[in-house]
């Protein structure tokens, strides 16, 4: 089956810690993407890579880092400079090629601060 | 910079009847992409009906269709028959054409609309 895979479903994040969260893909999409939606809001983008070992900050990437060394693969580190990490992250995909692709989404994974 | 509205928080509807979801977005632009996504309570964004506005004819996918009103930068989301399975919130979003930099890919999003199907 192809698809986006995120894990994982539910993240703890305590004061002071870094956490990751995976973002994996078999669809042989060049270009990925992560977002943030907060309660009762759209979608904001954080970071995209058209390729790999590229990436671009997207409106909010204060706080966040990406890192993308597989074309399969662009997992999402909210460092402890994120100081309202509480939210629903959503990876998504594209074919790539051209931005206006459409977008394919994975499951999400919530991040909780204890 | 785009903005996406969706003016309408909540709708609830009948199981087997038709209801229209409004979008208004706001751009300078003259080509642009438009989409629909689907969050039932799993929260998986799903893509519904895509739109290129550059294309007069309004997109159609089974029971869903769009009315797309280039010139009043409209573009509503109409559901027949509908389903229960049709519960869920639904966003409405912009993207610019090849844009670079920090808009490459960028999806706008609506606030969304909260769809209910009764039986």
Redesign the interface.
Known sequence: DGGITQSPKYLFRKEGQNVTLSCEQNLNHD?M?W?RQDP??????IY?S?IVNDF????IAEGYSVSREKKESFPLTVTSAQKNPTA?Y?C?S?IGG???????????T?LLVL | AQTVTQSQPEMSVQEAETVTLSCTYDTSENNYYLFWYKQPPSRQMILVIRQEAYKQQNATENRFSVNFQKAAKSFSLKISDSQLGDTAMYFCAFMKPNAGGTSYGKLTFGQGTILTVHP
Request: glycine share 16%.
């Open positions: 270009a993407y977002y009762g809001q759209g979608l904001r983008l995209y058209q671009q900050k997207g409106d629903f959503l998504a594209s051209l931005p206006q692709e459409t977008q394919y989404f994975g499951p999400g919530r």
